[in-house]
């Protein structure tokens, strides 16, 4: 079955530090845009990274950025979302999502409501809590 999977997620405590990891099942992505995006209940879902095909070009949401980085192992086929200096409101449902036919990955991160994209993960949750 073609899909994402995500690890990594759980619990941290403020001003700490998690990974997530992002890899396709069943398939390769090196043609892809990949993004991270998170989602609270009662929230719209908000793009949070997106990287470039070739790994080269990022963006990132206005509330994330300077804290996350986001980086693309072609490798290993995994992308990833280092995430520091986490806060409570950062306590959310994380998906990581990949599309082909996005314009940017600018727009893929600021209006992924957009898109219809290829792919969306099961999605992780991530709790930043003391």
């Known amino acids: 079955q073609l899909r994402l999977v995500e690890s990594g997620g759980g619990l941290v405590q403020p001003g700490g530090s998690l990974t997530l990891s992002c890899a396709p099942s069943e398939f390769t992505w090196d043609y892809y845009e990949v993004g991270w995006f998170r989602q609270a209940p009662g929230n719209e879902r908000e793009g949070v990274a997106c990287?470039?095909?070739?790994?080269?070009?990022?963006a990132y949401g206005d509330s994330v950025q300077g804290r996350f980085t986001i980086s693309r192992d072609r490798a290993r086929g995994t992308v990833y979302l280092q995430m520091n200096s986490l806060k409570p409101e950062d306590t959310s449902i994380y998906y990581c999502?990949?599309?082909?036919?996005?314009?940017?990955?600018?727009?893929?991160?600021?209006?992924?409501?957009?898109?219809?994209?290829?792919?969306w993960g099961k999605g992780i949750p991530v709790n930043v809590s003391s």
């Open positions: 999502a990949a599309d082909r036919t996005v314009p940017s990955i600018q727009a893929m991160c600021k209006r992924p409501g957009n898109f219809r994209m290829d792919f």
């Open positions: 990287i470039s095909m070739n790994g080269r070009r990022t």
